[in-house]
């Protein structure tokens, strides 16, 4: 694409890959600039690197690390272009297993989703997205399939969120399509699709013992 309100301008190949990859695989149309090119009055924020934005006048702009998820870069960006203060509903979809699904939907819409080994790393990933997304109200969404790792999830994430974050159980059973679907090579978007359709389903309220905000 080669229009929009927003630039990507960065001189790393690996950065523009993952940036622009995400930017199509929401429709959204964007211009590819280098850090030397006039930006154009139309564009209102440059998504650039960390070596690049010194090089870039501009009063919207947003650093993005190669190393990090572009799709939470490229949903701040779009807030910010269209005025949207933030979602009146967070839901944080969790797939339990060897292999963990996070699915991110805000008002309904998928705004990221990963795929994860070690619970840590899910933790980690769950909290950085409910505080980082503005909203009006923030649900974590937990399969019930793996009740081992649910378990455990729970407990970690009992002690690592928010106060005003809730915590719910859904039935699993449905969520993981088949692997004629999801052949092998293919298992990763499996994985994430049971996380989005776990974040859909309604679920039971899980107590939160913390009592701090």
């Known amino acids: 694409m080669s229009s929009g309100d927003i630039a990507v301008i960065t001189s790393s190949g690996r950065a523009y890959y993952k940036l622009v990859a995400e930017l199509k695989r ?6 590819s600039l280098t850090p030397t090119d006039p930006i154009p009055v139309s564009v209102r924020a440059v998504i650039t690197t960390e070596r690049d ?13 190669a190393e990090d998820d572009a799709a939470q870069v490229v949903e701040r960006v779009i807030q910010r272009v269209t005025g949207r203060a933030g979602y009146a509903k967070l839901v944080i979809g969790v797939d339990p297993g060897k292999r963990w699904g996070v699915a991110v939907l805000g008002d309904g819409a998928e705004v990221t989703t990963t795929v994860l080994s070690h619970v840590e790393d ?5 909290r950085t997205a409910a505080t980082r997304f ?13 009740p081992i790792y649910q378990s455990a999830v729970i407990e970690h994430l009992d002690e690592a969120l928010p106060r005003a974050v809730r915590m719910e ?13 999801h052949p092998a090579h293919k298992r990763r978007r ?9 974040a859909r389903r309604p679920g039971r309220p899980i107590s939160r013992r913390r009592r701090n905000a």
């Open 122 to 126: 899910v933790v980690s990933t769950i």
């Open 169 to 181: 159980s859904v039935e699993e059973q449905g969520t993981t399509r088949s692997s004629v679907l």
């Open 190 to 198: 499996k994985d994430a699709d049971a996380a989005i359709h776990i």
């Open 53 to 65: 934005k010194d090089q870039i006048t501009h009063p919207r702009v947003f650093v993005y690390d």
């Open 134 to 146: 503005d909203a009006d109200e923030t649900i974590v969404k937990i399969g019930n399939g793996a």
């Open 26 to 31: 929401r429709k959204r149309g964007f211009l």
